[in-house]
């Protein structure tokens, strides 16, 4: 892929905060038309990387490109191009619906006709025309989620920024979201780049970009992340103490977690054989986990990948160290 084809380049970005290297030497390129997602716990680095690509933040060093445009030096003409939703909240809450929709299509030099049909057409999209008339204020935060996107495609952008559009918000609700972008995507063939630190939502998506500390760990389709670093996982329940006791000390290498009544032991297809050659008679239950991007990331930092606050599935594998998590 030449740089013309890129919708985003991204080449060697290092950015600091006093004495915090948020963005090490950070490169990737994403390709035209597509969902690309940076994957990666709080702190990874992601809102300032995305901060940095819709030209609000300036790199150390490093060059990033929008469609071809150098984000420091054609800032205006990489904006153009740029669809935004902000990992904050930044609608105008006195505004209502249609009125926030207008501004930005005013500020973005949308000519009057045109903005009026893009408006219309991206309401009926995230299914907020019956609210055009309400104040901002009173909308829901999945709401306010849907119409930040419906903004963000009111100008003429072929690439989305997405930081976080699904943070907080519950489970049907992220999911409504995604079918949004997913379907804008395919009408429109944008560019989507989006932050997440929920694995499960990037399972779909064309390419992932795994981020931790700053850097960029891994990226390829999440199939290609699965088969060169991801780990099944045999989930067994011993009968009795002793059980437990002999399984544990026969497997001490393939240990990934140790929950009591449940041990979690990394595996592959022979391995299962053999267990059950061996321990068979002294599980009550046995249950084998494909490799999922869970373990790729897992196998990557050592640590956990840590969902909060969205009411799914409390995430309990850990392989070996158990580092710090990334809070701020
Ligand atoms: N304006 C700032 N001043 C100082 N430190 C900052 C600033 N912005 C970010 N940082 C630090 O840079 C690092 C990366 O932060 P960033 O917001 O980019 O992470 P993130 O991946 O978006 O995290 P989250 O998932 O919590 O949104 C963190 O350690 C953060 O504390
Ligand atoms: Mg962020």
Redesign the pocket.
Known sequence: MTAADAAIRVDAVSKR??R?L?LDAVSFTVPRSGIFALL??????????MHILCTILRPDSGSAEIAGFDVVRQPLAARSRLGIVF?EPSLDDRLTVLENLNLHGLVFGVPRRLRRQRIEEMLDLVELTDWADKTARTLSSGMKRRLEIARALVHDSEIMLLD?PTAGLDAQTRQRIWAYVRRLQGERQLTVLV?T?YIEEVETCDRVCIIDS?KVLAMDTPDALKRAHGQQLLRVTPRTPADRAEILESSTDRLAYDRGAEIVLKSDDSFVETFLGQFGTRISSLSIEVPSLETVFLSLTGRELRDRGAGVRERTLAFGRRGGEHT?
Do not use: S
């Not at 990666?40 to 990387?49: F, R, S, V, Y």
């Open positions: 905060f006093g915090t948020a990666g716990p709080n702190g990874a680095g992601k809102t300032t990387l990992q976080e932050t630190h700053g701020r």
